[in-house]
């Protein structure tokens, strides 16, 4: 069993930043892919962006690429999602998730956190 506890999120003005965070404790941390999600009303769960244990892979949704960089410490158990240059489209309850898998895809997520709104105002 892997707990996943996500921080950070808050509210922010178009164009500022946030550090998402979040903190895994349970098994051995650096055996899961760990990735974020969002999802904002009345819409469907969005991957974002997935990093591997050793990080050496990382991979960004066409939404996120060039604004949000995912980032991880073995050592601490935790997982970043540093997002830039935000959006009022970014508003949303923002996921962490792992996988036992290599590479986490949407498909292969093992455990969730319960997660941490985002609201970028215009």
């Known amino acids: 069993q892997v707990q996943l506890v996500e921080s950070g999120g808050g509210l922010v003005q178009a164009g500022g930043s946030l550090r998402l965070s979040c903190a895994a404790s349970?098994?051995?941390?650096?055996?899961?892919?760990m990735g974020w999600f969002r999802q904002a009303p009345g819409k469907e769960r969005e991957f974002l962006a997935t990093?591997?244990?050793?990080?050496?892979?990382?991979f960004y949704s066409d939404s996120v690429k060039g604004r949000f960089t995912i980032s991880r410490d073995n050592a601490k158990n935790t997982v970043h999602l540093q997002m830039n240059s935000l959006k009022p489209e970014d508003t949303a309850v923002y996921y962490c998730?792992?996988?036992?898998?290599?590479?986490?895809?949407?498909?292969?997520?093992?455990?969730w956190g319960q997660g941490t709104q985002v609201t970028v105002s215009s």
């Open positions: 990093i591997n244990w050793s990080r050496s892979f990382t």
């Open positions: 998730a792992a996988s036992s898998v290599g590479v986490l895809t949407t498909q292969n997520v093992n455990y």
């Open positions: 349970g098994r051995t941390f650096r055996n899961y892919a």
